[in-house]
């Protein structure tokens, strides 16, 4: 039997950064309802969490990325939380699959994620 394996600390970190876009405690340019968008609004609040952006109102997404591996992390905190019943996938009937998605309507409430309309 596998021993229990706790997340880096850098993907504990990264874990708390899509928890804040999806509770909407942080502001991102797109609407997180598909992969790439969230992936994109995670390295936007890095980037403002670290003072390399600031925050930004513009007509243009921040020219930000993450880096391969942090990519990779914020892919396994999606499926994560996909497990978890905080995300489904499906963001409405129009965009029922992946990479669109939405809250569960079951979210609990210790990830403080209210679901959505």
């Known amino acids: 039997m596998k021993a229990h394996v706790a997340p880096s600390r850098r993907k504990t970190q990264l874990r708390q950064v899509v928890l804040d876009i999806l509770s909407?405690?942080?502001g991102v340019y797109y609407k997180p309802n598909q992969f790439p968008y969230l992936a994109a609004g995670v390295a936007e609040v890095l980037a403002r969490r670290s003072g390399q952006s600031e925050d930004y109102a513009g007509s243009q997404p921040p020219d930000v990325t993450l880096e391969d591996d942090d990519?990779?992390?914020?892919?396994?905190?999606?499926?994560?939380l996909f497990v978890e019943r905080v995300i489904t996938i499906g963001?409405?009937?129009?965009?029922?699959?992946?990479?669109?998605f939405r809250v569960h309507s079951e979210a609990s409430p210790r990830h403080n994620v209210p679901p959505q309309n």
């Open 91 to 100: 963001a409405n009937p129009a965009n029922d699959q992946y990479p669109f």
């Open 71 to 80: 990519k990779e992390l914020v892919r396994e905190v999606f499926w994560d």
């Open 24 to 26: 909407g405690r942080e």
